[in-house]
């Protein structure tokens, strides 16, 4: 790792020597690091931390939302935890259609899956928590019950977002107290939000899946026009399941992403497309940056066009990531020239919380949660305090797509939880938050790390670029030159509306065993251990 420039006014990498926690909300670090201090592994930590996030962040995650989760129990194998949620039994195609909906917009009741989050949360602490839920959630039940100050970033993008909220819906009258964004400092409340995390404390997914609660979401939904019922969330009680990581080499790595219906998938196609090509400190900055957008629209397009519910793409993993397929595409790679937009038709995810942990015993996680579209569906049930996620805004309506709308059906999902692995050892549990860019972040922090010998700090301070919908997005900071450069190879360069994503990651030193941790500037997070 490089030297790191106290002159450079960049925020350090942290350290520690037993364990550590890395979010983006700093009241979840706290919350975290006391679980850890407490006793309680990686999993008890990132639980309470994303109950907190659900409660400071929500507007971008929340427990109506759903959740993936890369496990590495000491000395053990990574697991990968499908926490995203199913489509209402009766969803399909035909029947959207024959009711007049020709699209799945994000605040109409058909972008609700039923949510996927609580179900991962139950069944990893079942697995490998320690402490009981009730303590886990404490720190997010008194936050929501007496209250919390919003932080500045926070309240950038409330304010930003908040046209999304319909004057007089129950989201708006709790979200924009006075018909106006909170400043950051104000003190928001949740009520309801803590009495559904009692619940769930008590009961387990039962809490949440079953009886009134259940009751009260399906009835709320209903009455707006969705297909959803009760049985819909009884039967999503389990939705969660284990499944096995997906992996692929990179300058002699192993990069692990959970599989379909997930675009981890992309990350690694763009990786091993970039592994044939010279990355590192060497190459000139424009290089770098176009040898990225290539791969990316490449692996973009087959991800848009391919990846579904795991059960409608078999195979699709082994297929795209064999050494035929992506030599294929590596070579269709001008040096020189940008090729052809591909034209995007995926609607936009944007929203979504990620945190890690590395414990005490070894223990590592990459967890990431998520409502999809700011404040989700902006659908807020009344009587439960649950914002629903819009996740099911990114199925097709096309009954022959792979991601077609269907009964019990997992849509295409943007939010991915990475791990790096060498030698068979867990080495960084990571993740990049920021919808499409996620895929494209995975592989341009890890070319920064692995590459170029970035700490993980400075590798997620750098400015970033993003190939999309037939332009390159740029972050303030780049060069002149490197964008005179850029367009003279044929790249349409817009300057990013805000900054593109953040980051989160624990690197594990290989011979001392110290703990460092990162959390992008673009946030309001940190990294903290002991």
């Not at 790679?333 to 052809?340: F, G, K, L, Q």
């Amino acid at each position: 790792m490089t030297h790191f420039d106290f002159l450079s006014g960049r925020r350090p990498p942290g350290y520690a020597s037993r364990a550590m926690i890395a979010t983006s909300h700093p009241l979840a670090t706290s919350a975290g690091l006391g679980v850890l201090a407490e006793g309680g592994n990686a999993a008890d930590a990132a639980i309470c931390a994303c109950a907190v996030q659900c409660v400071t962040d929500s507007h971008m995650t929340g427990i109506g939302g759903d959740c993936f989760v890369l496990y590495a129990p000491a000395g053990g194998e990574v697991r990968a935890l499908n926490g995203s949620g199913v489509a209402p039994a009766a969803a399909t195609p035909d029947a959207l259609r024959e009711r007049g909906i020709t699209e799945l917009a994000q605040t109409s009741p058909h972008s609700v899956t039923i949510p996927g989050a609580i179900s991962a949360w139950c069944l990893l602490h079942d697995e490998y928590g320690t402490l009981p839920l009730d303590r886990l959630f404490a720190p997010a039940i008194r936050y929501a019950e007496e209250g919390f100050p919003i932080t500045a970033r926070v309240a950038r993008d409330w304010a930003m977002s908040c046209d999304t909220l319909k004057p007089g819906d129950h989201a708006a009258r709790l979200f924009l107290p006075g018909g106006h964004a909170p400043r950051a400092g104000a003190i928001m409340r949740q009520p309801l939000l803590a009495a559904r995390l009692r619940e769930i404390a008590a009961k387990g997914a039962a809490g949440f899946y079953t009886g009134e609660t259940a009751a009260k979401m399906s009835r709320y939904l209903r009455e707006l026009g969705g297909l959803h019922r009760e049985q819909d969330f009884h039967d999503s009680m389990s939705i969660a399941r284990w499944e096995k990581p997906i992996s692929a080499s990179y300058r002699g790595h192993e990069v692990l992403e959970c599989g379909p219906n997930g675009q981890g998938l992309a990350a690694l196609l763009i990786l091993r497309i970039l592994e044939g090509f010279e990355m590192g400190a060497q190459v000139p900055q424009a290089d770098r940056i176009h040898l990225l957008a290539e791969a990316t629209k490449l692996a973009y397009h087959h991800r848009d066009a391919l990846i579904a519910d795991p059960a409608h793409c078999e195979g699709i993993a082994q297929q795209l990531l064999s050494d035929q397929v992506v030599d294929g595409l590596r070579s269709r790679i001008d040096p020189s020239r940008a090729t052809e937009p591909v034209l995007w038709t995926e609607a936009e995810h944007k929203d979504t919380i990620y945190l890690c942990v590395v414990d005490a015993e070894g223990n590592a996680i990459s967890f990431i949660n998520s409502i999809f579209h700011a404040f989700g569906s902006t659908l807020l049930d009344p009587e439960t305090g649950v914002l629903f996620h819009s996740r099911g805004s990114s199925f097709r309506l096309d009954p022959s797509h792979p991601n077609a709308i269907g009964p019990g059906k997992r849509p295409m999902h943007t939010i991915i939880p990475g791990m790096l692995r060498e030698n068979g050892r867990v080495t960084m549990p990571f993740g990049v938050m920021g919808g499409h860019y996620q895929a494209a972040g995975h592989a341009s922090f890890l070319s920064a790390v692995l590459d170029r010998g970035l700490d993980i700090q400075a590798a997620m301070e750098e400015p970033r670029t993003f190939a999309f919908d037939g332009e390159l997005q740029f972050e303030p900071g780049l060069p002149d030159d490197v964008r005179r450069d850029l367009e003279s190879r044929g790249h349409r360069l817009v300057r990013a509306p805000g900054p593109i994503g953040g980051a989160q990651a624990i690197r594990i030193d290989g011979e001392t065993g110290a703990l460092i941790g990162a959390s992008d500037s673009r946030k309001d997070g940190m990294a903290a251990g002991y």
